[in-house]
């Protein structure tokens, strides 16, 4: 079956530190790929995604790379700001429109200024 | 991306009752999809709703516990039946656009005492 392993928090960064999420996925098929956060006391936003090797989703000085080689879709940002404090969740999806996401179980990133 | 809501935005419960959730979406969509997400959890997918036909659902999950109904397009509703403190969790629903990508509603906060 599917399955999505990330980083476990909480994760702590002092503002404009470099940020790693690492994910890694096991799947059939190819899958497609997601980052999904959660602002506090906010719903479940899309934040990027790939759909197919080698693809870069990016958003808000967010990045991520569809690795295939390694079944990796890493989250990264250069330079984190307080606002970026949420938790990420790292989401895959195979198969058509009747298939449902699998999520990873989400990495709180705190953010000191 | 699509609005999404859903009503009650959260409740408290005593066990062996029963709760509706109902999600609207302001366009039209073939597929939508419950979710639960328990506290300190991630995200674990329920069924799959698709207009006209039986929902479909996943593993661990049965229709007697969590009746879907899916009367239309743009509307859905999850039913809690019978339930324990154990179902206290956040529910959601999603909607998938073009893309494969999922939009999600701001969850049902539900409490069982």
């Known amino acids: 079956g599917n399955s999505v392993t990330q980083m476990e928090g909480p994760v702590t960064l002092s503002e404009e530190a470099f940020l790693t999420i690492n994910c890694t996925y096991t799947a059939t098929g190819y899958p497609s790929l997601f980052w999904y956060v959660q602002y506090p006391g906010e719903g479940l936003q899309l934040l990027l995604k790939a759909t197919k090797a080698d693809d870069k989703g990016s958003n808000k000085g967010f990045e991520a790379t569809y690795r295939k080689e390694t079944t990796s879709f890493h989250l990264e940002k250069g330079s984190v700001q307080v606002s970026d404090s949420a938790v990420y969740f790292c989401?895959?999806?195979?198969?058509?429109?009747?298939?449902?996401?699998?999520f990873g179980k989400g990495t709180h990133l705190i953010i000191q200024p | 991306s699509a609005v999404i809501s859903q009503k009650p935005s959260r409740d408290i419960c005593q066990r062996g009752t029963s709760l509706t959730i109902q999600c609207q979406v302001d366009s039209q969509v073939t597929m939508m999809f419950w979710y639960r997400q328990q506290p300190g959890q991630s995200l674990t997918l329920i069924a799959t709703a698709n207009q006209g036909s039986e929902a479909t659902y996943e593993s661990g999950f049965v229709i007697d516990k969590f009746p879907i109904s899916r009367p239309n397009l743009t509307f859905s509703t999850l039913t809690v039946s019978n339930m324990s403190p154990e179902d206290s969790s956040i529910y959601l629903c999603s909607v998938e656009l073009a893309g494969e990508t999922q939009y999600f509603g701001p969850g049902t906060r539900l409490l069982v005492l």
């Open positions: 989401a895959l999806k195979t198969g058509g429109g009747a298939d449902g996401l699998t």
